[in-house]
Every structure is written in structure tokens, then in C-alpha cells.
């Protein structure tokens, strides 16, 4: 029997972690965003660690040497799949919370255990003799002894029986996130929930053991100490400093300490349940069915997209974004087809997760309405194919006649054609007993683009070796005067890589980040020996690097650089900068609150702004957000730049992005009062140094994110011009005045409407007059009928309209039609009755004709068409077409 289950509602329990830690010198900090904007490596964020990736490899620090969190996550590719078993059984999640507390080089073994077993059993009354502990065994592989130091420490420290101390090896007790990077040996604590009693030590019975993956011995709590880094070449080399790194699943400690046995008893599930049983107007738990396996994923799938989106992430084909659309997909398919729901659902389950969630994660209920509309959008797109994909799935398998494997071609054709997810097919298919071609599918998906990308090697711009040792860059860029672009400097670093890539220990180069590009400029030899032209600046943790191209000898270390910033370039892209954070906030006041940023692209060149937004908008609203940047350009407003601590700023209304990470202490841009955004980029000192801004473009770039492009200063006025002069130029062809040009348009396309209706009757005319002309005088042999025509007044829609009627004359044809279109050709050749290889085969002889009359065309058997381009040699053609018609059909024998 489980233990008996205390009042602890979820809120609480999260509440309690947090402030057992917070009282023991750990400060709390937020949950970063579900998705890592920072590491290119990582579709989504699967741990807690993520976030603390660059302290863990000395790259980055914080301001404290011990934290506490809860961590969204997203598990759903690489090497922490769990897709396939979310619903199936109680406790798998593609969405949920790491609860973890943190040491950076300050407390080890020593202190994390005893705090985890103290919080386990005494602030949370867990029961010991429920509780086992696993500890590494050692690899011999890698070189490491078994784990003896925790061993111990969970015996004489915290108390616990030696019987129930286990060892295990690698793929159990030794956690890595992807093939490199930070690692370490771990310990875990597991709970045995009750059942049959085995002893989990004695190996009788390994299928109800600790480690055996069962639903009664189940893990609580992973303390990990990180100590090593892995390597590309798989070894391991030792992290600066020795750190713990532990993670809690929350929704499995909950179900725990609310005594259930399915994580989705707890009540951060019921809710939804309830919302979604209104919906489909069935209960939840009824039976353990289809329905319930359908109740769960619907869930389960609601909080994943809702927690993405609400951080900024889009659906899209390509990776996380694709991530996301299968996640929906995959929801709308089990609510349709086991709950009845043929209608789009899962948006109406937004407010619920939010509800649930929002305390803990704020930015849910900030963007409730913009999540919301998304994923409608999705499942209406969803929709229109799903019902077809359906039937041609049950196509496919009443088309197997008994085999057991669907051809991967045609199933990854319910991909490509209806949008079918590969797991959601896989997933279809084991409900029928059966399985998918995989060498067949990934044959057929070689031309295309690969949609899911799985988790990546910690690829880093410098590798470890070449990080260690270097200290943090002392940037200048938002100093006052000279130095925020030009200033005297040490050479710390250089490889001469494809770019090379400098460090110098200050720099006043702004590296990218933000949606703002890096600068460009010149690092030099004060005496001329070298030079260093810097075409990209990026950063790593606190280094700045400068990419570019070495000229010249190569300066050794502790050289002393003369760094020159591009002043033209970075003042370019300062007008732009600024001039996006007052067009995102004019885009909410012509728009609404709903706006939220989606992505940025701030250079010297232009600026663009991604936003959501459900439909396009209209030229009064372009106009009217193009008026109010103006306006407060015009004001000339002074642009002052403060540094405050981030929940002060935030509490007095600073917009902050969603998704981003912000350390404690923030910069905030504030132009004249109006706008006021975190932001870390450089930018204008009054908003008039911004000059006219010019939108150039509003577009859609995915479902629900619209795009605007837009110029400032001098090469907005370049625009002004150019838009100018392209008016003058069409006002002097069509002979009229400027402003007199939209008249004359109207007038102009009212004549050529009226035009093509006589143009239409003429045709129409032309066509009856040739097809009675066909009709007349096609010849016969035997069966076929045949002739080849040519029309001066029939253009291409004429010829295609004439061969359309021409079909009917006959069963079987040769004919060859051609028109006119100036010096082009429209040509069509009907056969039907020929088939593949038959010297009458219609696309055969168009060959004829391209050689012809150069140009193109071509087709099937019965049937092909083109457009020659030359039609000096027409007469030529038709006799020596007509001959080899009237050969091929002696040949056929004109049966």
C-alpha cells in the first residue's frame, strides 16, 4: 500500500521547494523560457540545467553560488524521447516541471544529500521504508570508480539502511545531457508505491525493481554532481569547479504526496479534464480505455504548446516549430477520433492550463489570447486535411491484403500530402498491429527537408580548451565618448580558423545579440605589422569574439590592438534599433496588447520586426503606425538608458520580451516616456537622430506572425525617392500629372476590361469557326482520325479551349493544333488512343516541334502541350507533322 496522502495542493508543494531552499541560501530565480534562445543545440529545454550551461563550462556566472527553481521543459526529441508513451501510461509528459536546486563550486555531496533526504521525509512526511537510493557503480570505459563518497554519506549522514543503497551503472547513475557537455555521476531516490513484496536488491524479480520501468518503483529525485565535461572525442576533462545540479519531476512528487497513482489524478490535471469533458460531453475515467489514453494526450499536448507559444516559439515545418505542429496534430487526431471532437478543441483548453499554471508562469496569462488564436489556427489548417488523410490511410491498409508492413513511400505520402506527422502514422499504424517501411520512408524524405531535428552536440564557437584561462571581455560599446568605438587594447587570444576568430581582453565591439547584427570594423598593430578585419562579433558566455580575416604577421599574445569600430555601420543600425522598439509600440496601440514581438533583424541596413497578429493588415493601419513613429521621431524625445533590477522594472511597466533571459540587473531604453523596453542594445541618444522612418513591407511568415520591414535616416529617403521617381516615370508614360496617376490607372484598366470582352466574343468566335473547320475536314484511317491546323487568331487559352472540344470527335486521334501569340507558337497534340512507346504518343511528337520552333513543351501519351518561340519555320512544321502522322498510323496499321 501507498502512504497515506496529505492535503498538499500543487501550488503549495512548488511553494514549499522553493522556500525550503530559498531559507538554506539559495536564491530563487525564474523559470527560463521553454525554449533555450541562446544555444542552437537544444530545440527545447528538457532540463533544469539549461539555463546554467554556461556556468557549468566556466564560460558564464551569476551572482550567486546557489539557486533554486522550477524549470518548464519540453521532452519530446533526441535522446529524451518520450513522446510515444504520453497517455499510455501514468506518469510520461512531454510538458512538465524540473524542480531544482543548484551549487556553482559552493556546496557538494555533503549538503545535497542530507537536504534531500531531510525535505523528502521530514518536511514532507515521506515514509523510509517506502524510499530507495541508487548511487553510480563506476565505468570502466571512461576510467571511474564507483561512487563511494555518496554512498557513504547517504548511510552515515542521512540515515538510511545500507540494503537499501544500490548500485548502477552508466545509462543509470551517470547523467549527460546530449553527447558533450557538462556531466557527472548522480543519485537517485526512488519510492516503491506497494505491490507484490520483492525486494528491489535481490535481482529475483527485475521487472518490479528499482531501475526495472514499472509504474511501483518509480524515481523521485536526481542529485547530480557535476563534475567532467564530455568531449567531441568522447573523453572526459574535468569542469572548474565541482557543482550540483538536481532535478524533481514535479508532477510525479505530486501524485506521490497527493496519493495517486497516476500523475494525472493530481490536480494540475483535473481542471483541464473537466474543460475538455464539457467539450466532448464524455467523463474522463470512466474506464481506462481509448478515450482516457485520448483525455491524457489532449492534456498532456494543451500545457506543451501552450507553455511554447506563450515563450514565443511559432509552428512552422522545421524544427521546434514543427515540433509544436505535430504536437497539435497529434492531439486534434486522438480528440476526433476517439472523443468525438471534429471541431477545433484544443485552443478552448488554453485558459485552463493558464489558470492552472499562471502563477507560476505569468507570461501564460499575458499571452492567453495570442496562444489561444494560434492554435486555432492550427487545427482549422489541420482540419481541412485531416478527414482526407484519414480515408487515405484506410486506403493504404485495406490495400496491404494481409501484409503486416505499410510501404514507407506511401505512408510518408500522408506527410507530405496531408501533413500526417511520422510518429502520428507510426502511432496509427501499431493500433492496427502493424508497421512502416522505415527504410522506405527515409528513402522517400531524402529530397526533402529534414522536420525534426533531434538534440545536438554542444558545438560552441571556442571549444573548451581554447576558453580556458581566457578572462571575461570588458566591453566599452555603452561607454560615453571615444571609447564605445575606438579604444587601446590586449590581444588574448587567436585561431586562424575559417573565419579566425580574435579576442582582445576590451573591446568596443557589440557583439550580436537581441535581433541586433554585430558590428563590423578593424583591429590593428599600432605599427602597422597587422590587422584584423572583424566581419562578425559574437559572444561566448563573457568573451567577445571577433570573426573575420588576419592580414599580415600574426600578433602573439599580450599584443597590444588598436580596436576600431565601423562608426557609419554601427550608427545605421543604432536608427534602426530604436526606431523597432517605437514601431513595436505603435504596433500595439494601432493593433492592440495582444501584440507580442516573434523576432527581430536590427542592421545597418534596414530593420524588420516579426509580431503576432492574426490576419494582415490594412494600408490605413500601415499608414497610421507610420504616421505615430514619426510623430515621436519628430518630438525628438531624449532616449535615456538606466540600469535597474529586473523586477522593479518590470513591476513600473518596462515591456520585456517573452522567451528571453534577463540576468537581476537589466538596461532599460526609455524614449521620452512613451516606450519603454529591456534592452542591452546600442541605440540613438534623442529619437530625432533616427531621421524619417518608411515601412517597405508587411507580409505573413507563418500562421498568426505578421512582418514588417522598414528603413530609416538616409536610406529612407533614398525610398522617398526612389517611390518618387517611379511615380513621375509612370505619370510621363500614361501622359498625365503625378497626382493624376491613379486616375488614369482606372481609366486604363476599365478600357482593357472592356477590351478582353470583345477580345472574348472575337475568340469565341474564332474557336466555333475553327472547330467547325477541324470537324469538316479531319482525315480518316481506319478508327483514327487525324490532321494537324494552325490558327493566326487563336492564342494559348483558344488552342486549349479548341482541343477541348476537338476530343470529343473521336475515341482515337492524331491532331495537332497550334495558334498564335506574336512571334510565340501555342501548341497542343491530342492522341488519344496511343499508348507509352506508340510512334503516335503526343508527347513524342511535341519533341518535333520544340526542335522545331524552339522553346518547350511536352506530356503524356494522349496528350501534350508548349509554346514554340520561333514561328518562321511554322508552314515547314505542320507539312513534315502531317507526314509523320500519316507514317506512324501505316505503321499502327490505323487499327
Known sequence: MSHSPNTRSAAQVRREFLQFFAERGHTVVPSAAVFPQDDPTLLFTNAGMNQFKDVFLGTGSRSYKRAVDTQKCIRVSGKHNDLEEVGVDTYHHTFFEML????????????????????????????????????????????????????????????????????????????????TGPCGPCTEIHIDRGGPETNPA???????????????????????????????????????????????????????????????????????????SQLANRPYGASNSRADIAFRVCADHARAVTAALSDGALPSNTGRGYVLRRLVRRAARFGRQELGLEEPFLFELVPTVAEVLGDAFPEMRARLEHVREMIKIEELSFGRTLGRGLVRFAELESGLQGKQTIPGAAAF????????????????????????????????EKSHQDASRSEGKFKQLLSAEQLEGLAPTQSTYHDAGARSLTLESRVLFLAEDEPSKLVLAQSPFYAESGGQVGDRGLIRDPAGKWRFVVEETRKVGPIVVHLGRIEGALPASGATAIAEVDSGSRARTQKNHTATHLLHKALKEVLGEHIGQAGSYVGPDRLRFDFSHPKALSPEELERIEEIVNAHVFANHGVQTTLEELEAAKARGVTAMFGEKYDAQVRVLDVGGWSMELCG???????????PFVITLERAVAAGVRRIEALTGPAAVEEIQRQRRRIVGTARLLKSAPDEVETRVEQLLAQLKEA??????????????????????????????????????????????????????????AVALFGRAEERVPFLILCPGAGKGSPLAAGELSKLVSIKLGGGGGGRPDLAQGQGLNAGPLPELLKELAERITTALSAVGAR
Do not use: C
Not at 538536481?246 to 494540475?268: A, C, H, P, W
Open 202 to 276: 535481490d535481482g529475483a524479480d527485475r521487472k518490479i525493481g528499482v531501475n526495472a520501468g514499472n509504474e511501483r518503483f518509480i524515481e523521485l529525485w536526481n542529485n547530480v554532481f557535476m563534475e567532467f565535461n564530455r568531449l567531441d572525442d568522447g573523453s572526459l576533462k574535468p569542469l572548474p569547479a565541482q557543482s550540483v545540479d538536481t532535478g524533481m519531476g514535479f508532477e510525479r512528487i505530486l501524485s506521490v504526496l497527493q496519493g495517486k497513482r497516476s500523475n494525472y489524478d493530481t490536480d494540475l490535471f483535473t481542471p483541464i479534464f473537466a474543460r475538455l
Open 681 to 691: 542594445g546600442t541605440h540613438v541618444s534623442a529619437s530625432g537622430d533616427i531621421g
Open 756 to 813: 478582353r470582352k470583345k477580345g472574348e466574343k472575337q475568340s469565341a468566335g474564332g474557336i466555333d469557326a475553327a472547330f467547325a473547320q477541324v470537324k469538316e475536314s479531319l482525315g480518316t484511317s481506319g478508327e483514327w482520325r487525324h490532321g494537324v491546323y494552325a490558327f493566326a487568331d487563336l492564342d494559348q487559352n483558344g488552342v486549349r479551349e479548341l482541343g477541348e472540344r476537338v476530343k470529343s470527335l473521336a475515341p482515337k486521334m
Open 100 to 179: 531544482g536546486n543548484w551549487s556553482f563550486g559552493d556546496y557538494f555531496k555533503a549538503e545535497a544529500i542530507p537536504w534531500a533526504w531531510e525535505l523528502l521525509t521530514k518536511v514532507w512526511g515521506l515514509p523510509t521504508e517506502r524510499l530507495w537510493v541508487t548511487v553510480f557503480a563506476g565505468d570502466e570505459k571512461d576510467g571511474l570508480p564507483p561512487d563511494k563518497d555518496a554512498e557513504r554519506i547517504w548511510i552515515e549522514k542521512a540515515g538510511i539502511a545500507p540494503q537499501r543503497v544500490l548500485r548502477f551503472g552508466r545509462k543509470d547513475n551517470f547523467w549527460e545531457m546530449g553527447a
Open 413 to 444: 505520402e500522408l506527410y507530405a500530402t496531408y501533413g500526417f506527422p511520422r510518429d502520428l502514422i507510426e502511432l496509427m499504424a501499431r493500433e492496427r498491429g502493424l508497421g512502416v517501411d522505415a527504410a522506405q520512408w527515409d528513402s522517400a
